[in-house]
């Protein structure tokens, strides 16, 4: 499965669903699998800049490394003392954070555990900043950090450590079924995993809009097998390919007791 992570925005209307914090689940997609984590600012300063990426493959500490964009950036830089919920793209278990305050100082933290983590709260335990981190099964994970103080802190470059492109097309409905759930899968590769583009009911007659994030480089694959499964329980997997990136109405139709797909 295609995974990685990067704040990369934070939709205000699910922010209802970051804040309970331990009592959300994992997110289902295969491609880009993402989580919400709440973070909690207890450290009695304002926190400017916000980055958390994954650990290098070496495991060392990778703070020069492109680091992605600045997570309190991309939600218009509000609530940066207390909580705020962010969503974080998962690759492995174990993450770098850098935390920037309003003076430039910046907290580092590293080799932390954020693998079905709910919350981390930034606090400090004397001299050093402390990073609380709770997960899901009551697991508690305390990481101490290292402060380093204005002036010694290196600046940093806003960049996405891997770039994304979207899917973006509508979905008519012209069978006499509902539709209950849509995906796609690499025509070469079907095993990587399946895109999960619907996961609420397409009644007859009607049509929705599909937005889903891929990596950039799935712009090359342009070979997709579409998948639908109708509300009375019948699933079907079409052999005829279609390209996503170049379409702009997929409809799914009946022909005799037969669904088939077009795509225009």
């Known amino acids: 499965m295609k995974k990685y992570v990067m704040v990369l925005f934070l939709m205000l209307s699910a922010l209802s669903l970051f804040l309970t914090g331990c009592g959300r689940g994992e997110d289902t997609r295969q491609y880009i699998d993402t989580i919400g984590i ?6 009695n300063e304002v926190i400017n800049e916000l980055f958390i990426f994954p650990v290098a493959i070496d495991g060392t500490s990778v ?5 992605g964009p600045d997570l309190i950036k991309n939600t218009s830089k509000v609530r940066r003392i207390g909580s705020f919920g962010v969503t974080i793209e998962m690759e492995n278990t174990s993450y770098n954070i850098k935390a920037r305050d309003r003076f430039q100082g910046i907290y580092i933290f590293g ?10 709260i ?24 290292e402060h380093v103080p204005p002036g010694d802190a290196p600046d940093h470059a806003h960049v996405p450590l891997r770039r994304t492109a979207t899917v973006q097309f509508t979905v008519r409905n012209t069978s006499d079924n509902d539709i209950v759930f849509i995906s796609m899968r690499e025509a070469d590769y079907p095993s990587k995993g399946e895109v999960e ?3 609420s009911t397409l009644a007859e ?5 599909i937005n889903y994030r891929l990596f950039e480089e799935d712009t090359e694959v342009t ?3 579409l998948y639908v499964k109708t509300a009375d329980g019948v699933s079907t997997l079409f052999e005829e390919p279609f390209n996503p990136w170049e379409i702009n109405i997929l409809e799914i139709t009946m022909d005799g007791n037969t669904l088939v797909f077009t795509a225009s």
């Open 122 to 145: 930034l606090t400090f335990e004397g001299a050093n900043p402390l990073l609380t981190v709770h997960h899901r099964s009551g697991e508690v994970h305390a990481i101490e950090g």
């Open 223 to 225: 070979d997709w097998l």
């Open 111 to 120: 080799n932390v555990p954020l693998s079905n983590a709910c919350e981390a």
């Open 205 to 209: 007659n009607s049509s929705t809009s």
């Open 38 to 43: 709440v973070f909690t600012n207890n450290a």
């Open 197 to 199: 583009l619907l996961q």
């Open 63 to 67: 703070f020069e490394q492109d680091m």
